[in-house]
């Protein structure tokens, strides 16, 4: 982790076996004088560009455009596709991946450090209050796998898993537009260093499977690989999604 030069601090995420750290952060909603909105949003890419440039991953050092002095913050722009994934435009060349949410109070992104497409999300315990379908949304088997990381609260279990989805769903780049949250379920990790690792320091990988309509419209090769990392965060969870996108 480090501060940008504007004084928030830029976090990695490190996913097993890929090549590169993911960069996240996070501010304040609307508390920045004079940047709010496009500002803010603006301002938590610049400290992820900063940070993907100095650890000079050689997928980006690769690439014309990597000289920060050269290619002011101000040339970088993002833009949306049909269905709404939020891509970097680095002058006419296309960045890396990048995603955004907010929680009740916070605006975070997401940035990927190699060619990854990328999904981020953050739900809290109570979004899930009362008579929450849970059926609609969970599979009962879910809900079993992740009750133990959640404190067997079963509300704070529902914030995990649907950070886990969301993130999902925004990696793929189609949000809930084209796939419902039953057609991804959510495994734990059955990497075993992945699981002692968790042990450690709080943070839990899981697997996605895709099923019905969902799996028709992105077949999962067997090197399209779809992992996401969470921890909780106070009453929430945040959820980071990777996908491979080269068999796109």
């Not at 006419?92 to 991946?97: I, V, Y």
């Not at 975070?108 to 990328?118: K, N, P, S, T, V």
Request: proline letters at 6%; a positive charge; hydrophobic letters at 40%.
């Amino acid at each position: 982790m480090g501060m940008d030069n504007q004084g928030f601090t830029v976090q990695t995420m490190n996913f097993l076996h890929e090549k590169s750290p993911v960069f996240y952060a996070s501010l304040p909603c609307g508390t920045m004088a004079g940047q709010i909105g496009p500002g803010q949003r603006h301002h938590l890419i610049s400290g992820l560009w900063d940070h993907l440039l100095a650890v000079k991953n050689p997928f980006w050092m690769s690439r014309p455009y990597v000289n920060r002095d050269a290619f002011p913050i101000q040339e970088i722009r993002v833009i949306r596709g049909p269905l709404g994934r939020p891509q970097l435009l680095l002058g006419d060349h296309m960045g890396p991946a990048i995603s955004f949410c907010e929680s009740g109070q916070n605006r975070w992104a997401a940035l990927c450090g190699d060619e990854h497409d990328i999904g981020i999300d953050v739900a809290e315990s109570r979004e899930f209050q009362g008579r929450y379908p849970f059926y609609r949304v969970f599979h009962p088997q879910e809900i079993e796998h992740v009750l133990k990381p959640a404190g067997e609260d079963l509300k704070m279990a529902a914030a995990l898993l649907w950070s886990v989805k969301e993130a999902v769903a925004k990696a793929l780049g189609c949000g809930f537009h084209l796939v419902d949250p039953r057609q991804m379920i959510v495994y734990p990790s059955i990497d075993r260093v992945t699981r002692e690792a968790a042990k450690e320091n709080g943070v839990y990988h899981f697997s996605i499977e895709l099923s019905g309509k969902a799996a028709k419209r992105f077949p999962m090769a067997p090197d399209r690989s779809l992992g996401v990392r969470s921890f909780s965060h106070g009453k929430m969870w945040l959820s980071i999604a990777l996908l491979n996108r080269q068999s796109q």
